[in-house]
């Protein structure tokens, strides 16, 4: 008896989340639906009828809202700016991730006034707001004076890197913000690749010739490497960041993520530490400074001191994109 009703629960565990995974990807096609039929909307869910039913119960995916308004009436310009940065983020997400059912993007019109009751109840006095709301794990209605969510701060420029950025962190995904003119990118990169072999079919002997500046370029490539510029090409992220105040932020928080400015600061990190091991192993053999003992020993001393600070400073930006990081000395920032 015991294993017929076993067997009974599982059959029914099964349904359900049979039924759970039918009802994310209905909802994933309603949004492909959507975007045929309103295409500047790209792919977000309109509401109507302050209808929120679809984020009852448990959910096991994430919710991007726009509150907005089209009302002329409303006078709100950001709100038409924020339209089509919000469309081009959903096509970019279901162009890369449409398959997962993992987000979802949904649009409040407060010129519908069907909806005011949803605004009423958020007690909201301005638009518009973009919140990201978490997945449920208890089977419950709605309840939007309980909403948990987190709302992405309108930058001044930028706009749909950050948004990307934003919905990246949230979900673990990167989004790649891509240029739409890919014939444009096709002959700019071949007319650069061809003009580089032309380049060095003509001078590659005369290069070859010059051994220290190969080291140094090849120096350069790896430390170009070791500091990330593969991944902050493909990302097309800012050098630089600034903060909601303005301030410049040259290490972005988190592992997922990371500045071009980053590609720079770890490169000069590797290449002083490179720079200071070679001298410190100079000075151990006794290559330099003749028979001054003192002052190769104090130079030692030196040396290993930068040592330690060099490498704190880079386990610093690691402990500032990973505070869980074991190995770190010295937190210098």
């Known amino acids: 008896m015991l294993l017929v009703q076993l067997v009974v629960l599982y059959v029914l565990t099964t349904i359900l989340q049979l039924c759970k995974a039918l009802s994310t990807a209905e909802l994933t096609q309603l949004a492909r639906d959507s975007q045929a039929v309103t295409p500047e909307l790209g792919y977000q869910i309109a509401i109507t009828q302050s209808d929120l039913s679809i984020l009852d119960g448990v959910r096991d995916y994430y919710t991007l809202i726009t509150l907005t308004s089209t009302n002329p009436k409303h006078n709100c310009e950001l709100c038409k700016q924020l339209q089509p940065i919000v469309?081009?983020?959903?096509?970019?997400?279901?162009?890369?991730?449409?398959?997962?059912?993992?987000?979802?993007?949904?649009?409040i019109d407060m010129s519908d006034m069907t909806n005011q009751d949803v605004f009423r109840q958020l007690r909201l006095t301005s638009i518009p707001h973009v919140w990201m709301i978490p997945p449920a794990h208890l089977d419950l209605p709605l309840d939007l004076s309980q909403l948990k969510y987190e709302e992405w701060r309108i930058p001044k420029s930028d706009q749909i890197m950050s948004l990307a950025q934003f919905v990246g962190e949230h979900t673990q995904r990167t989004i790649v913000v891509s240029d739409d003119d890919a014939l444009a990118k096709f002959v700019k990169t071949f007319?650069?690749?061809?003009?580089?072999?032309?380049?060095?079919?003509?001078?590659?002997?005369?290069?070859?010739?010059?051994?220290t500046i190969l080291c140094f370029a090849s120096i350069a490539f790896i430390l170009l490497c070791l500091g990330g510029y593969q991944f902050t090409l493909q990302n097309r992220v800012p050098f630089i960041a600034k903060?909601?105040?303005?301030?410049?932020?040259?290490?972005?928080?988190?592992?997922?993520?990371?500045?071009a400015s980053e590609i720079?600061?770890?490169?000069l990190n590797y290449g002083a530490?490179?720079?200071?091991?070679?001298?410190?192993m100079n000075l151990g053999k006794g290559m330099w400074l003749g028979n001054n003992e003192k002052l190769r020993i104090w130079l030692i001393v030196v040396a290993c001191l930068l040592v330690y600070l060099l490498v704190s400073c880079l386990t610093s930006m690691i402990l500032r994109k990973d505070g869980g990081y074991p190995y770190g000395f010295n937190r210098l920032f």
């Open 87 to 107: 469309a081009r983020v959903s096509e970019l997400w279901h162009r890369d991730y449409s398959s997962t059912n993992f987000l979802h993007f949904l649009t």
């Open 191 to 211: 007319v650069l690749v061809l003009g580089s072999i032309i380049l060095i079919r003509k001078r590659g002997p005369q290069f070859t010739t010059k051994k």
């Open 243 to 259: 903060n909601d105040e303005g301030a410049i932020i040259l290490i972005s928080g988190g592992t997922h993520y990371q500045f």
């Open 264 to 267: 720079v600061l770890v490169a």
């Open 273 to 280: 530490l490179s720079l200071v091991f070679i001298t410190l």
